[in-house]
């Protein structure tokens, strides 16, 4: 017979690993970081340059032209950390030899995108009915549900991340004339505090 | 005694497919396959002892043209099985004092 405490081990570790998608890359945080940041470079040049990034007085969100572009630009930036995300993970799964899609990682999956899904049709309601200083507070508030609903099924710290969107997202829903800056916070300096913690807790 | 030492958990392979279960709703061949690092047979004759102990629920389907077999825990396997938790937890307390 095994051990006690040695069997106990075992069963912890399965419970675990059949439960939780634990091959999130912390890398790939700090690059969806980033991405998040250049796409709130741009947004700023489209928006308010040469002015300052806040405010209500804008022209240019009018324009319908810089709403494509943005459109198109919020695509490219979510394709492109998702991507990341995959490509890293699929790394790090392979590294600790383990599959990287498993019915952990489906529910992880399943978690996350199910607010952030619903969260993105209702930012293009509220781009056609012309309320676009409240994309940066919606696309918090779900993406930090997304993220909480989604922290039973990966490493749990990434609920303390959900937390902070969340909060953000509330504050910027009562100042949406922040709301890039407060965006820029979220979705670029919050993912690279986040994904540089997890990549020194870890991945080395 | 409340807990007692179970034999189908002997083995660590049916060990971690009991752990699987007791957290996931139901569990794939492939996916315990994966997750284990046994081969089919080793792991389809530990499953067949896990079911004639009537520990195992097994229920087969088809993805598409793929078979899909799952599996998920019995009432009585998980009894079994929260058994088997309290009396290590005994020995261990046992150890210590």
């Known amino acids: 017979m095994r051990k006690p405490e040695q069997e106990l081990a075992e069963i912890k570790s399965m419970m675990e690993r059949s439960t939780r998608f634990l091959s999130l890359s912390g890398l790939a945080g700090v690059l969806a970081g980033i991405f998040a940041m250049l796409a709130a470079a741009f947004a700023y040049y489209w928006i308010y340059f040469p002015g300052v990034p806040y405010g209500l007085h804008s022209a240019a969100i009018e324009d319908l032209n810089a709403l494509y572009n943005l459109l198109i630009l919020a695509f490219l930036t979510l394709i492109m950390s998702v991507g990341t995300t995959l490509i890293l993970s699929q790394r790090k ?49 779900f993406y930090g549900l997304g993220l909480i609903n989604a922290a039973h099924f990966t490493l749990g710290d990434i609920k303390y991340l959900g937390f902070c969107q969340l909060g953000l997202g509330i504050i910027a829903a009562f100042f949406p004339e922040f709301g890039l800056l407060i965006w820029t916070l979220g979705f670029g300096v919050m993912h690279i505090v986040y994904g540089t913690l997890m990549h020194l807790k870890y991945d080395r | 005694m409340k807990g007692t030492y179970d034999k189908a958990f002997e083995n660590v392979v049916r060990l971690r497919v009991m752990s699987i279960l007791m957290v996931n709703e139901q569990f794939d061949f492939n996916s315990f396959k994966e997750l284990l690092e046994v081969t089919d047979g080793n792991l389809a004759s530990h499953l067949r002892n896990l079911e004639n102990a009537g520990y195992l629920l097994v229920s087969k389907s088809f993805v598409g043209r793929k078979p899909m077999t799952n599996y998920s825990a019995t009432i009585e396997g998980k009894k079994a099985f929260e058994a088997h938790l309290a009396f290590l937890e005994i020995l261990i307390n046992e150890n210590k004092t």
């Open chain 1, 93 to 141: 799964s392979k590294r600790k030899a383990q599959t990287l899609w498993t019915p952990a990682s489906r529910r992880f999956v399943e978690a996350l995108f199910l607010p952030v899904l619903v969260g993105g049709i209702f930012c293009l309601a509220i781009m056609i009915k012309g309320h676009v200083l409240y994309i940066a507070p919606v696309t918090l508030i």
